[in-house]
């Protein structure tokens, strides 16, 4: 880190009244983020968040057409917040509303990239089932705040401290552009040749149903990182509040089979069809408006979807840019998607995996 960078975050914090607070590094992921615990003189913690807005390439503008999206980069195509303060202080304060557990702010620099979070502790959901405790219950209060994030339509802008970002729709060409990164990353890391234009073409066709129904029905307040690693287990507070949320400035308004779909088919963790499937009744016995076939079916389809991009743009790029722990993470994440593909309604899409990824190529 620069040291006109460091400067500019330690004038901060003085300015937050924190400018005593001794500062813990904490561990990061595969974003531009970097977090640190304050501790406080009085015995509080905080959150530091540090997102250096150059880092990125720019986010979407509401009105920008497809081709000018494509052409501003991936954040802007795939409708992607870019680490923006502006998106987690006012998605939060919207969670917040609506009696969920997003960390309070404290203080924000929305120019700077900079904010002072709540602590909402160590209790991540994949740490606490690592460590023995049931997680029938977590993953019970998990989907019950899935309802009650679809309970009411989004608003198209969110507003709070002083900030507002638009909420947009995860729309058609935003699922293509991260579905496509598997096309595009994992040959290079499985050692294939690069697929072929009839190949692209039959992929195309394949996905195009897809994705207009996953923008079809985009109805619904969307974390769009829902999963273990970003919920915490807070048991002291109630109901759905015991669920603690985390790294959420890239929701969107999406189609509600979205988050759950990242929360029963964790990359990062096992989840056993047995409970996949008892959560899923769980939703859609509080969601009875819903069409349940026709609910599983396109919740499938966009599962296989999320996988590809997985397996492409986050696990192959970042094992190809010097990351190999994501390997390890690249089995679980076939099995889910081979599991998906056992549908029969998907079966044309499976031959096309069957064809151009055989087995050996498929880790």
Not at 24 to 30: F, N, P, R, S, V
Not at 174 to 192: N, Q, R, S, V
Not at 223 to 247: C, F, K, S, T
């Amino acid at each position: 880190m620069s040291s006109d960078r460091e400067a500019l975050k330690a004038e901060f914090l003085k300015a937050a009244g924190l400018g005593e607070a001794r500062r813990e590094l904490l561990g990061g992921d595969a974003s531009t983020r970097q977090y640190e615990r304050l501790h406080t003189p009085a015995g509080s913690r905080l959150i530091f968040m540090d997102q250096p807005p150059a880092v990125e390439s720019v986010v979407c503008p509401p009105d920008a057409t497809p081709e000018e999206r494509v052409a501003l980069g991936y954040n802007a195509a795939a409708r992607l917040a870019a680490g923006s303060v502006a998106a987690f202080v006012t998605t939060a304060a919207y969670l917040r509303e609506h009696g969920l557990s997003a960390p309070k702010i404290y203080a924000h620099d929305v120019a700077q990239g900079l904010a002072v979070l709540e602590d909402l502790g160590d209790g991540l959901y994949a740490t606490l089932i690592a460590e023995g405790q049931d997680e029938g219950p977590l993953y019970e209060a998990a989907v019950d705040v899935q309802v009650v994030m679809q309970a009411e339509p989004p608003p198209a802008v969110l507003q709070a401290e002083g900030a507002t970002w638009p909420l947009l729709t995860y729309d058609t060409l935003a699922l293509k552009i991260a579905t496509d990164t598997f096309l595009d990353w994992w040959p290079k890391h499985a050692g294939l040749a690069p697929f072929g234009e009839t190949a692209v073409a039959e992929w195309d066709a394949l996905w195009a149903p897809v994705w207009v129904q996953g923008e079809a029905g985009a109805s619904v307040f969307t974390h769009r990182d829902y999963h273990a690693q970003n919920l915490l287990w807070l048991p002291e507070r109630r109901g759905v509040a015991r669920v603690g949320l985390i790294d959420f400035q890239d929701a969107l308004k999406a189609h509600p089979a979205w988050d759950l779909l990242h929360l029963l088919q964790d990359a990062r963790r096992d989840v056993s069809p047995e409970l996949e499937t008892a959560m899923l009744d769980r939703f859609l016995a509080a969601r009875p408006a819903l069409d349940r076939d026709q609910f599983l079916a396109e919740y499938r389809a966009l599962a296989v979807s999320n996988a590809a991009r997985i397996l492409g743009r986050v696990f192959a790029r970042q094992t190809l840019l010097g990351r190999p722990q994501y390997r390890a993470f690249m089995p679980r994440t076939w099995r889910y998607l081979e599991r998906n593909l056992n549908d029969p309604a998907l079966a044309p899409m499976k031959a096309w995996f069957d064809r151009h990824v055989p087995p050996e190529a498929r880790a």
